[in-house]
């Protein structure tokens, strides 16, 4: 148990800040917002409106519910593309028939209005505010500008007038109502529209609504799949659809389960569970794969690196039991030999050697560029058959040792070795042993000693960007402490537990 010996009282409150800025609304917003006010003015002035103004106004109508103006400006739009990114949280149902009814005045239309030039609407979140695509291209994001014609999937023998990209969430086993309408509404307009799923998240499986889903979604649309809080059983179920799924790019198991029906003892069936893993289909396209509470991994792993076909570029384990059959088979595994990111954390590693992960870090030197080894119960020992290659990954950028017990002598050799690395912009080391007590107790002042010379063995050899030594969490409070490059002092960081 680690405790910090000066923990937060949990009865004292954060300071708030109240003061909130305030900016007078400029004249072309009153402007809008007088329009809106008025329903049937703001229809009728979509002959004539700029083309500039299409997207604000669209943003302001979508967060205020004027879902008769939405309906309108559809099948007025004058971009080949209307994207809603973080607005589509807050869509609700009404919305969304209103825009789709507008998709229907325009698919109704015999001949497309000479304004509108909409082609791909994508509902779908991504980190760009709402914008419409550009015709002309000028100033616009570069995904807004593409002018290439609609690609439909290999199985569409019908050319789509329109093309919907959206992401898919499988709660429980059900789907929310408003995907529920969508789904229907597409599957009806089947020879029109192009319904593309770039993400399908299932958490929770029902086989009917799985079914429901790929009569309308294209698998080898879909480019990201995580699976969560399903069991090891249903996998085999959606096998047939895995492998369809030609571009899959992403793929996350998170809590993948074991249900009753391998009986009450604690010993698996590991040929069943074999058995249901060899299934996995290949995964042609596949190049990140997030592994998180999957129990049954522990000595199958050559099994799910044997679906790849390509060279991962992406590889994350975390909360799950690692064999050392499991570590002996990486670096002879040529589907993760041009490794860019490597993340393996809250896996004891403890009695386990190390040594194939080494020879692994070797075969990588020329891609790694994030090498991720936390909360893994590292010791000195251990770590010591990972430097040789370690002072090797010349393209590391990023690396973290967070939570691991190493002496403040091991912890000085090893960043002797990262000091050769000089391409790192972020550095996270565990504090060493010698910062906690025999009871555990954190003992910030060692830790505010001890740094200034790590620091200064790292700066004899190279610039410094980001770098911390981070304590274990404290087991009271949650919180840990930490030492930086920046502040040259210890501080907590943690959010106080209930």
């Known amino acids: 148990m680690v405790i910090c010996r000066h923990c937060p009282d949990q009865d004292d409150s954060l300071e708030e800040v109240t003061e909130e800025s305030y900016s007078p609304p400029t004249l072309q917003n009153l402007a809008i917002q007088s329009l809106l ?275 991962l570029e992406t590889l994350c384990i975390s909360n799950c039991d690692l064999s050392q059959s499991d570590l002996d088979y990486l670096p002879y595994c040529l589907n993760i030999c041009e490794l860019k990111h490597l993340h393996l954390s809250d896996i004891c590693l403890r009695d386990l050697l190390l040594e194939p992960l080494g020879f692994l870090l070797e075969r990588v030197g020329d891609t790694l560029k994030i090498l991720e080894l936390e909360s893994c119960c590292i010791v000195d020992f251990q770590f010591s058959a990972l430097l040789p290659a370690l002072s090797q990954l010349s393209h590391l950028r990023e690396v973290s040792f967070y939570d691991n017990n190493v002496s403040l002598p091991f912890l000085k050799q090893l960043l002797h070795h990262t000091a050769l690395l000089s391409q790192l912009i972020y550095e996270c080391y565990p504090a060493p042993l010698e910062c906690y007590d025999d009871s555990g107790v954190i003992l910030t002042h060692r830790l505010e000693s001890f740094c200034p010379e790590l620091l200064d063995i790292l700066r004899a050899k190279r610039q410094l960007h980001s770098v911390c030594f981070e304590t274990t969490q404290c087991s009271k409070c949650g919180g840990l402490y930490i030492y930086d490059k920046e502040t040259q002092c210890c501080h907590f960081v943690g959010v106080i537990l209930a």
């Not at 291209?137 to 807004?144: I, R, V």
């Not at 086993?173 to 993400?199: F, N």
């Not at 198991?253 to 009753?260: N, P």
């Open 37 to 311: 006010r008025d329903e049937a003015l703001a229809i009728s002035a979509l002959t004539d409106l700029p083309q500039s103004l299409f997207p604000i106004i669209f943003e302001e109508a979508f967060t205020d519910g004027h879902i008769g103006i939405l309906k309108a400006m559809i099948p007025a739009w004058p971009f080949p593309y209307l994207s809603l990114g973080k607005q589509i949280n807050n869509c609700n149902l009404e919305t969304l028939k209103a825009m789709l009814e507008g998709l229907d005045i325009l698919l109704a239309q015999k001949v497309q209005t000479s304004r509108c030039k909409l082609r791909v609407i994508n509902w779908r979140e991504h980190d760009l505010k709402l914008w419409a695509g550009s015709h002309e291209g000028e100033g616009l994001p570069e995904f807004t500008t593409e002018k290439q014609p609609i690609e439909n999937s290999p199985g569409c023998e019908v050319k789509k007038e329109l093309k919907v990209t959206t992401e898919v969430l499988l709660m429980k086993g059900r789907l929310d109502e408003s995907t529920t309408y969508l789904l229907q509404w597409a599957q009806q307009r089947k020879d029109s529209i192009h319904l593309c799923c770039r993400k399908l998240v299932i958490q929770g499986l029902t086989k009917a609504s799985v079914i429901e889903i790929f009569k309308t979604v294209h698998a080898d649309c879909i480019q990201e799949l995580i699976l969560r809080c399903i069991c090891i059983e249903e996998l085999a179920f959606l096998n047939p659809y895995l492998k369809l799924m030609k571009s899959l790019f992403t793929l996350t198991l998170d809590h993948i389960i074991v249900t009753s029906s391998f009986g009450d003892s604690e010993k698996l069936d590991e040929e069943i569970i074999f058995s249901l893993i060899s299934q996995l289909p290949t995964l042609h396209c596949l190049q990140k794969l997030y592994v998180n509470h999957v129990p049954f991994i522990k000595g199958n792993l050559k099994e799910y690196l044997r679906c790849l076909k390509k060279p």
